[in-house]
């Protein structure tokens, strides 16, 4: 069975300022995917990144980027100059098969 | 850009209903997901669908529940006899191909009463 664990149910930062949420998950495929959804108060899933076990080098979108640790199973978010619109609820999610399970999610906060 | 569409957009059903929680996948889609996130849980993952076909369910997804694909557009959730734990919001997501990422749909918020 496939797992995601998110070990942070809340985290916050200031506006501006970086936050880095963690993710470890555990899967017997040798050919995965790892994501990191978004969901705000509307509860709306939006995906903000993703990875492919195969590739070495780290995703990267705009102010979001991850750092892949594929022998420790961590997939950890980081957001540079983090802005009010990303308050929301993070999940990190990783398939198998067909499937996405996902973590518990943090709870982000942006304080101005 | 595409989106995948649910409606409605929130359902309230007397316990033992049938309700039809209904999608619209993206048009090239191939590949159909239903989710359940009950309120402030995970999301889990419920079906997944792919040539008119169940392709793999979850233990959540007993013979209470099952999906369609009517025409070439529509994917529906069906639940039979609604429960009070079946409310929850139900995500159906899409997918081209298996190497990109699935497209969720903005859900549909289920109230059993």
Known sequence: ?112 | EPEVTQTPSHQVTQMGQEVILRCVPISNHLYFYWYRQILGQKVEFLVSFYNNEISEKSEIFDDQFSVERPDGSNFTLKIRSTKLEDSAMYFCASRRDLYQPQHFGDGTRLSIL
Do not use: H
């Open chain 1, 1 to 112: 069975a496939q797992t995601v664990t998110q070990s942070q149910p809340e985290m916050s930062v200031q506006e501006a300022e970086t936050v880095t949420l963690s993710c470890t998950y555990d899967t017997s495929e040798s050919d995965y995917y790892l994501f990191w959804y978004k969901q705000p108060p509307s509860r709306q899933m939006i995906l903000v990144i993703r990875q492919e076990a195969y590739k070495q080098q780290n995703a990267t979108e705009n102010r979001f980027s991850v750092n892949f640790q594929k022998a420790a199973k961590s997939f950890s978010l980081k957001i540079s100059d983090s802005q009010l619109g990303d308050a929301a609820m993070y999940f990190c999610a990783c398939t198998s098969g067909s499937r996405l399970t996902f973590g518990e999610g943090t709870q982000l906060t942006v304080n101005p």
